[in-house]
């Protein structure tokens, strides 16, 4: 039998972080904690505006279920997934947040990382950028001086992005990726690429509308640097359909409902010869560790989520100058609750 806790958080960030459609100082987040005997799972999903779910949404879908979550079996995350994933279709939030934590609990009660009992080994895993926010560039410059790292990503969406780069150029050598959060135009797009790419951008992130297939075409076929889905890469359908218009694809563990179907984009991705990254969503250190199993499949990764935060609630993966660890001797995520 398996026991089902949920809790909320509201996680404080260093500074303001604003998008082209979104500013916020505090994160609020739902952690699932699954227990079978002496072991307990951790799973996240943080509340989102864009895509319309709040703890509240998200903590009503999962008591609705309550009965069936602490009735089933864990005989492997995969079919736990497949069992609850029937009543979850409407939120893929809160399935995001069961997953991980039945994730955890199956590593925790066979006594391996995820990551060791998917067969990988930690190894030719890529470093994880720092996001900076959307900000005066005076604040922007003052943010990356206060975390020097080796790998940027830089919000943009405003009338001043190339004015910016340009700025932020001044300041340091790393590798910038730019995440326009469909903030662009096509001949934005495609002219914004060129100069970018005379600045060490390494990538163009979800430049154009979500929606805007026939513009995305043409950026595909004319833009200087590679482009990566975001907002239009947000079930395992959509990679499919991101092929031929984006180069690679930013998977989101919350969007997607999970390591489970995220594991399945991965593979289908590659088959089809494109990047694949994995991106958070500012959680805390319970989200950041999940996605740290998969990062020997992946080509980038954005797990930055418990760095932009002024205090973690859980303790898990370490990140230094964008290298992450795997604490040694934990199972499962390698996740614990503290607060």
């Known amino acids: 039998m398996l026991k089902l806790t949920i809790r909320s958080f509201d996680l404080p960030l260093r500074h303001t972080f604003t998008i082209s459609y979104d500013s916020r100082d505090v994160q609020p987040t739902m952690i699932v904690e699954l227990q079978h005997g002496e072991h307990k799972g951790y799973g996240e999903a943080t509340s989102n505006p864009y895509y319309g ?120 050598d790393a590798i910038f990726r730019v995440d326009a959060n469909c903030a662009w135009g096509m001949e934005e797009t495609i002219e914004n690429s060129k100069q970018l790419k005379e600045l060490g951008v390494q990538f163009i992130e979800q430049p154009m509308k979500a929606d805007d297939l026939e513009g995305m075409k043409q950026v595909y076929e004319r833009s200087e640097l590679p482009l990566i889905a975001d907002e239009s890469c947000i079930t395992e359908s959509d990679v499919s359909k991101c092929h031929g218009l984006f180069h690679g694809v930013n998977i989101k563990l919350v969007k997607c409902g999970g390591l489970t179907p995220a594991r399945r984009m991965i593979a289908e991705a590659k088959s089809l010869g494109m990047k694949v990254m994995v991106g958070c969503m500012t959680e805390s250190s319970v989200g950041i560790s999940a996605i740290a199993q998969l990062l020997p499949m992946l080509d980038y990764v954005d797990m930055d989520g418990a760095l932009l935060l002024s205090k973690d609630i859980a303790t898990g993966v370490t990140i230094e100058q964008g290298k992450v660890s795997y604490s040694e001797n934990v199972n499962g995520t390698g996740a614990a609750l503290i607060a």
Not at 158 to 165: R, Y
């Open 53 to 172: 779910f709040t703890i509240e949404s998200m903590t009503a879908a999962l008591e609705n279920i309550r009965e069936q979550i602490e009735s089933t079996e864990l005989t492997s995350p995969e079919e736990f997934w497949a069992q609850m994933q029937p009543h979850l279709t409407d939120n893929p939030f809160a399935l995001c947040a069961l997953d991980l934590a039945a994730n955890d609990l199956f590593g925790k009660m066979k006594g391996q990382p995820l990551y060791k009992i998917w067969g990988l080994e930690a190894k030719n895993m890529p470093l994880t950028n720092y996001t900076i926010g959307i900000d005066t560039v005076e604040n922007m410059v003052k943010k990356l001086q206060e975390m020097p790292w080796p790998l940027y990503k830089i919000k943009l969406g405003t009338k001043e992005d190339v004015a910016i780069i340009k700025e932020l150029r001044k300041h340091t």
